[in-house]
């Protein structure tokens, strides 16, 4: 009798030792699952953050816009007599986009990246529409050396003070392509062009600056709502 108590006694130790056994495991599949849920919901939060159907629209926008208005600006004669002085409105349209954030929505907003998206793809698709394809690299100089001084610059300023920001970037864009003139022709003495290049991309630089200002001040709330 008492060796089947024993024995009745240890089966039911066993039984309890596998039922929390299983208990156990359960707790532990139950936070793995969890676990794994959250991983997926975040994977698919920042691939949201990513891909932004608004934010890719708006970029598209502003790269159209941009691409009008260099095409239109290449049709106007400079009465100056000296290569790489224009206008550079399209530049107000990559300022605008490095500036821009809309308080009521903070998913419309635009990192380094996305600008020097905007910016590339207008620099491509205007040297294409343009038929001046050779132009490309003086673009691409100007244009990323230009980028890089406004970014650096947008950390200094505000929004009120953007026609400094587009002050620095026109003149480093046309030192950019002075730049690559020098590097392609094996020119050097084109460099005596800089100086009036400079007060000449200060002067546009400026004019753009304020544009992109004034746009800001007016559609920071309201604009693509």
Known sequence: MRWCAKRSSSQS?????????????????????????ERITKAKDREGERINPKKLAIMAILTAIALVIF?????IPIPIPIPGVKLGLANAVTLFALFYKRRDDPSVFF???????????????????????????YSLAGGLLGFAAQVIMKRFVSNKQIWACGAVGAALHNIGQIL???L???????????????????????TTGLIAQFTLSRTSRSWFG
């Open 13 to 37: 130790e066993n039984l309890k030792n596998r039922q929390r056994q299983l208990v156990t495991m359960n707790k532990k599949n139950e936070r793995k699952t969890t676990e794994s849920n």
């Open 71 to 75: 095409i239109v600006e290449a049709q």
């Open 111 to 137: 990192t380094t990246f996305d600008v020097l998206a905007i910016l590339l793809c207008r620099i491509m698709l205007g040297a294409i529409f343009t038929g001046r394809p050779i132009a490309l690299a």
């Open 180 to 182: 690559a003139a020098i």
């Open 184 to 206: 392609i022709t094996g020119t050097p003495s084109i460099a005596a062009y800089l100086p009036v290049l400079i007060i000449a991309g200060v002067l546009t630089g400026v």
